[in-house]
Each structure stands twice: as structure tokens, then as C-alpha cells.
């Protein structure tokens, strides 16, 4: 992602799908003005790498994205913060860009998205490509990259047994099942991020809810 321009609008397909996650499970109801908006079971945070605004939008050969952006929403004015995308996760994650150095390997202490989910009582996971192990905060091998799996980094998760379990391989996600679902934890809400890895930046999901490359 880089910072400035149309092409800082990279980040305009994720806001889409993660629209689309909203939509989806509300079932396209409306309320009128006053009513409680609804209460929503799960969230995703689907994160995809590397492709200007322009490549996106527009792009016959991404009918997908395309049709999310089109049924749901678009961020026209949604901008990186930094470049390279490390410090990018971090304000996703943790409000702050932390570091630019794609090499990092620090404990991140400060107030983060894991800590203020676990605090109001909710249940998040960390769907990763080609994390090799469930539990895994290292780097590699291979084609993971840890850079792109910010929670990964969190001292919330690093130093919890039980966070630490919550960073699966991307195979695990349940954008691979055949129905397409979630598993619920009690009556709490489920946040959901998937990433992708260095070599296979960009993916759509398909409508039967496994996932492809374009």
C-alpha cells in the first residue's frame, strides 16, 4: 500500500468485502430512523495486498470484487497510512503504525483490537495463508509472511496460550467449508481476519464461500 494518490486507495476492495460481510449476514433488511440497527453474530476483516485502486475498480478481470463494490459499498477516500504495509496491519490493529520495518520482530504492548475484544467478551480469530501450525508467532517458512498477520505480534496473543490457539492456517478459515459458515462461541460475537502471503497477494471468494486466485 502507499500512501498518496489513487493508488493509496488499495484498501478501497477490502472495505467492500468487508461490507459485503455485514450485508450478507443481515439478509438485506432495512430499518426505518430510530430503529436499533441490528446486533451482527460475526465479523470479517477479509485483507488483500498489493493492487492500486485503479487495477481494482473497473477491472473486467475481477468481476468479483467488482460486483461487491457495485451491490454494496465502495471507499472512495480510504487511504493507507504508511508504505510498506507493515505499519498499515498495525493501525488496523492496533491504531498506531509501530514500525515500517518489514523485518520487525517486537512485542507489541500497546492497547490493541484483541485486548478491547476480550474485554467487552468477544471472540476473534486469525485466518493466515500458508501459516504453517496453529499457535505459530514466527516467521516463515516458506511463503507466510508474518508481516501481513499483525495480531501475531500482539503481547495479547504471544504470551496467552489460549490467543495464541486463535492464529489458524488459512485452511482452517471458514471461507473454505462447503456451507460457507462460521462456528459461534456461546452468545458472543466472532471477529474473523484473514491475510494473505507475500507470493499470492490478491484473492476473491467465490460465491459457493471458498476461496480462489483471480
Given at each position: 500500500?502507499?500512501?498518496g494518490?489513487?493508488?493509496?486507495?488499495?484498501?478501497?476492495?477490502?472495505?467492500?468485502?468487508?461490507?459485503?460481510?455485514?450485508?450478507?449476514?443481515?439478509?438485506?433488511?432495512?430499518?426505518?430512523?430510530?430503529?436499533?440497527?441490528?446486533?451482527f453474530?460475526?465479523?470479517?476483516?477479509?485483507?488483500?495486498?498489493n493492487h492500486?485502486?485503479?487495477?481494482?475498480?473497473?477491472?473486467?478481470?475481477m468481476?468479483?470484487?467488482n460486483?461487491?463494490?457495485?451491490?454494496?459499498?465502495?471507499?472512495?477516500?480510504?487511504?493507507?497510512?504508511t508504505?510498506?504495509?507493515?505499519?498499515?496491519?498495525?493501525?488496523?490493529?492496533?491504531?498506531?503504525?509501530?514500525?515500517?520495518?518489514?523485518?520487525?520482530?517486537?512485542l507489541v504492548?500497546?492497547?490493541?483490537?484483541v485486548?478491547?475484544?476480550?474485554?467487552a467478551?468477544?471472540t476473534?480469530?486469525?485466518?493466515?495463508?500458508?501459516?504453517?501450525?496453529?499457535?505459530?508467532?514466527?516467521?516463515?517458512?516458506g511463503?507466510?509472511?508474518?508481516?501481513?498477520?499483525?495480531?501475531?505480534?500482539?503481547?495479547?496473543?504471544?504470551?496467552?496460550?489460549?490467543?495464541?490457539?486463535?492464529?489458524?492456517?488459512?485452511?482452517h478459515?471458514?471461507?473454505?467449508?462447503?456451507?460457507?459458515?462460521?462456528?459461534?462461541?456461546?452468545?458472543?460475537?466472532?471477529?474473523?481476519?484473514?491475510?494473505?502471503?507475500?507470493?499470492?497477494?490478491t484473492?476473491?471468494?467465490?460465491?459457493?464461500?471458498?476461496?480462489s486466485?483471480?
Amino acid at each position: 500500500m502507499t500512501p498518496g494518490g489513487s493508488a493509496s486507495r488499495s484498501g478501497a476492495a477490502v472495505v467492500a468485502m468487508g461490507l459485503v460481510a455485514l450485508a450478507a449476514w443481515w439478509g438485506g433488511d432495512r430499518t426505518d430512523a430510530g430503529t436499533p440497527p441490528p446486533r451482527f453474530g460475526h465479523v470479517f476483516i477479509l485483507v488483500e495486498e498489493n493492487h492500486d485502486y485503479a487495477d481494482v475498480i473497473g477491472n473486467p478481470a475481477m468481476p468479483y470484487l467488482n460486483r461487491l463494490a457495485k451491490e454494496y459499498g465502495l471507499a472512495t477516500q480510504y487511504y493507507a497510512n504508511t508504505h510498506p504495509s507493515i505499519g498499515n496491519y498495525f493501525m488496523l490493529t492496533v491504531g498506531d503504525t509501530v514500525t515500517n520495518n518489514n523485518d520487525f520482530s517486537g512485542l507489541v504492548t500497546d492497547d490493541n483490537i484483541v485486548r478491547q475484544l476480550l474485554a467487552a467478551g468477544k471472540t476473534w480469530k486469525s485466518y493466515a495463508e500458508d501459516l504453517p501450525s496453529i499457535g505459530y508467532t514466527g516467521d516463515g517458512p516458506g511463503l507466510y509472511a508474518r508481516r501481513h498477520n499483525p495480531l501475531s505480534y500482539l503481547s495479547d496473543v504471544v504470551n496467552d496460550s489460549v490467543q495464541r490457539q486463535r492464529l489458524v492456517p488459512f485452511s482452517h478459515s471458514p471461507l473454505m467449508w462447503p456451507t460457507g459458515g462460521c462456528p459461534t462461541s456461546g452468545s458472543s460475537c466472532r471477529t474473523c481476519a484473514t491475510t494473505p502471503t507475500a507470493a499470492r497477494p490478491t484473492q476473491r471468494t467465490s460465491g459457493s464461500g471458498r476461496t480462489s486466485l483471480p
